[in-house]
């Protein structure tokens, strides 16, 4: 199975052009804690672990975006969500790539 991957500049962009994502971050509710997105950015946070009874959360009728810190667990619930039905993009690099690509005042950890 092959999921597709977004940039953090490219998700951004395109949000900014008016295409509608869910961004879910499934990190820890510390790692949120200690470095998030722009509120902005909307992000729907259950953490990795919930996400499997949580799917009714989610709109099956926008993509998803996955995010984590470097993108490791973000494809493994991309892959589970594109089994579920839902169409699913890997934020490539995770929160890490976000601070380095556009927002340096996102601390790494």
């Given at each position: 199975m092959?999921?597709?991957e977004i940039s953090p500049t490219e998700f951004v962009s395109r949000r900014q052009r008016g295409d509608v994502f869910t961004l879910l971050?499934?990190?820890?509710?510390?790692?949120?804690?200690?470095?998030?997105?722009?509120?902005?950015?909307?992000?729907?946070?259950?953490?990795m672990g919930e996400v499997a009874e949580r799917?009714?959360?989610l709109d099956r009728g926008r993509p998803v975006a996955v995010l984590c810190r470097s993108g490791r667990r973000s494809l493994e619930v991309?892959?589970?969500?594109?089994?579920?039905?839902?169409?699913?993009?890997?934020?490539a690099g995770g929160i890490l790539a976000w601070s380095?690509?556009?927002?340096?005042?996102i601390p790494s950890y």
């Open positions: 092959t999921i597709a971050d499934v990190r820890e509710g510390w790692e949120v804690g200690v470095a998030s997105v722009p509120a902005d950015q909307q992000a729907v946070h259950i953490p799917l009714g959360e991309a892959k589970f969500l594109q089994q579920n039905g839902f169409q699913a993009l890997n934020v380095k690509e556009l927002d340096a005042t």
